[in-house]
């Protein structure tokens, strides 16, 4: 009996021996044998791109529960045309000229920050002791905080928080960015009524905030206002740049 469960054994590993002995000859006939160093793991690109569509997919699946709620709107960027033109509007505005010269700090937030482009911009500007992007999205406000690591000349003037912007306190502001869409900009600008200060800075782009009067409008849309002036808006005259 024994001798017989020792045979059948005996030949079960021959047959196993036997099965490897095909694989194997088969594994080195295939072409891909040839390249078996370069594909022993996954391309540096591929990798690359699979990590890029992870977060792209992530972005605008974390977009769309703010914009559902109206809280705020989905990602658009700002492109560098309308950066430019909103930092150049700025730099002429006296308020910031007068605290340029008396070195007086600003503080710029960008509410609903992205992938933390104005925040970035705003401080290569030199004109913020502090540059802060207010984000929703942990996917976007994760892209901002990682760019801000490795952009060591604005790790200390940035810094990126994963918040709601309606529970931000506007007080500390000197600058406000936003590009919102119009469902919020009414509710937004009653918010900014309430808490900026006299002398603070609004920069809105393509969406005006109902019942305030721009000071300044860009033909890029790009909506400059400023406190109280815009908001006593009957007094005041409008420049069309
Ligand atoms: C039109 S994008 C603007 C992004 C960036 N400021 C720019 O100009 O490139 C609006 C951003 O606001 C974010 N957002 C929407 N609702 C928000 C909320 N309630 N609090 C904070 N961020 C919000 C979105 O995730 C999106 O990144």
Redesign the pocket.
Known sequence: MNSKADSKKNKDAADEEELLKILQELDEATPLHKNKKEDDGMHPLLTLGLVAAFLAHGAIL??LP??LKQ????????NSNNLTVMFNALKKQSYIQKALQQKTPLTFY??????G??VFRAAREGIFQKSV?????PV?HMFASMRRLVTPKYFKSTSFRM????KVDLSQANVI????LYPIMGRLGKKMEQELKPGSIVVS?VFTIPGWKPVQVSKDNVHLYSIPESIQWKEHKIEKE
Not at 71 to 78: C, N, S
Not at 133 to 137: A, H, Q, S, V
Not at 163 to 166: C, G, K, M, T
Not at 177 to 180: D, E, F, L, Q, S
């Open positions: 974390f977009s703010p914009v809280k705020g709107a989905p990602f658009l960027p700002t960008d509410l609903g920050s992205g992938d482009r104005v992007g207010y984000e929703i999205n976007l918040d709601d912007l309606w960015a936003v590009y919102g782009n």
